[in-house]
């Protein structure tokens, strides 16, 4: 019933229960599963999981954080590692100039790199934007043959319909359901049907009423339903959409 375009299950703070977790998708509804990689470790563990269980599909890329720590060779790698058919995307990828933990011009190399694998190989990119919107656009527009989502989206209509009009997709988390999400509700409405996902971000990034705790894909209800009020549709169609619209982005059958 649920899709979870974006999570990290490979993280350490699901070391303890992480077996435990996933089993428990099923009976909650939750079907299918994206894990979003933020480095070669990550990647392969991501799809190391995506053997594992059946429903888990993986994302393979850098994060814009670790990529001070790419060489000449990691694309290659990269590469190879998206030959796997659970592998459904570059990611995640981009820019994040809010932490500053890889030099920008590192950054916006190593993003640029990863487009271009990403149009060699034909898949599709996630794209991780904080602080950078300016050089994200601008780097985007470089690769506008290629389809890609901004992930957590937060930002406001008019930079929404600049994505949208590129033929991208945008997501949404928990951050949606917070009292101080402004923006969100006027771009909830206005997407087009069917250029929207849900995602949990997790462990990040709990909705409302779980606000601090470790987030997990059993929360993706309360984020479908926050969709659902916006739109003024049920829940139950909120859910159906924001599936279709996951699985046609990763080509999933």
């Not at 229960?17 to 509804?29: C, K, P, T, V």
């Not at 917070?178 to 997790?202: G, H, L, Q, S, Y």
Request: glycine share 6%.
């Amino acid at each position: 019933m649920y899709f979870d375009t974006h999570a990290h299950y490979d993280d350490k703070r699901f070391d303890e229960d992480r077996g435990e977790i996933l089993g428990a998708m099923e009976s909650a509804g939750v079907t299918l599963i994206l894990n979003a990689s933020s480095g070669l470790r990550s990647s392969k563990l991501s799809l190391e999981m995506s053997d594992k269980y059946p429903f888990v599909y993986a994302a393979v890329g850098v994060h814009p954080h670790d990529s001070k720590e790419m060489t000449d060779d990691t694309v290659g790698q990269l590469e190879r590692l998206l030959v796997h058919p659970k592998a459904k995307a570059v990611g995640e990828i981009g820019l994040d100039y809010h932490y500053d933990f890889s030099p920008r011009d590192v950054q916006m190399k190593r993003f640029r790199e990863q487009m271009e694998l990403a149009r060699r190989i034909k898949k599709p990119v996630i794209i991780h934007e904080r602080e950078a919107l300016q050089d994200t656009l601008e780097i985007i527009r470089e690769f506008s043959d290629l389809l890609g989502v901004l992930h957590c989206f937060s930002g406001s209509w008019e930079t929404a319909k600049t994505i949208i009009d590129m033929g991208w997709y945008l997501s949404f988390t928990g951050v949606i359901t917070f009292k101080n999400a402004r923006k969100a509700p006027e771009v909830i409405e206005k997407i087009p049907a069917d250029r929207i996902m849900i995602e949990t971000d997790c462990p990040y990034l709990a909705p409302e009423p779980m606000r601090g705790k470790r987030n997990s894909s059993l929360y993706l209800p309360y984020i479908a339903e926050k969709i659902a009020q916006i739109r003024g549709i049920s829940l139950e169609e909120a859910a159906a959409l924001t599936m279709e619209n996951g699985k046609r982005f990763f080509g999933i059958v």
